[in-house]
């Protein structure tokens, strides 16, 4: 059965850090592109980052740039997503999706992405 496992939430301050992991079962993720989303409460769920099936190409939202960044670990069949300078409104619920859309690019539109995992709730907060 094919799931995917997010964690590394969990409450911080404005300015801290945290790495959320997206860790694959019944799939080896390097056969996809993977991206990380993001929907806090009454709001749309939101791309943040992507990376590509081949060649580990990244896109990020711009309000994430230079602060996030996205890589994987074949070995570990894991994604991550590496969160600096967290800020108030970066607070929600993460998820992590996998793609077959694209080869050496990806993108953060959800309609291409479709396993999914169950999230992990990102506070941040003084």
């Known amino acids: 059965q094919v799931h995917l496992v997010e964690s590394g939430g969990g409450l911080v301050q404005p300015g801290g850090s945290l790495r959320l992991s997206c860790a694959a079962f019944?799939?080896?993720?390097?056969?996809?592109?993977v991206g990380w989303f993001r929907q806090a409460p009454g709001k749309e769920r939101e791309g943040v980052s992507c990376?590509?099936?081949?060649?580990?190409?990244?896109a990020y939202v711009d309000s994430v740039k230079g602060r996030f960044t996205i890589s994987r670990d074949n070995v570990l069949n894991t994604v991550y997503l590496q969160m600096n300078d967290l800020k108030p409104e970066n607070t929600a619920v993460y998820y992590c999706?996998?793609?077959?859309?694209?080869?050496?690019?990806?993108?953060?539109?959800?309609?291409?992405?479709?396993?999914w995992g169950q999230g992990t709730q990102v506070t941040v907060s003084s």
């Open positions: 019944g799939l080896t993720l390097d056969y996809y592109g």
């Open positions: 999706a996998t793609s077959d859309y694209y080869y050496t690019v990806c993108s953060t539109e959800d309609s291409e992405y479709d396993n």
């Open positions: 990376i590509s099936k081949i060649g580990g190409r990244t």
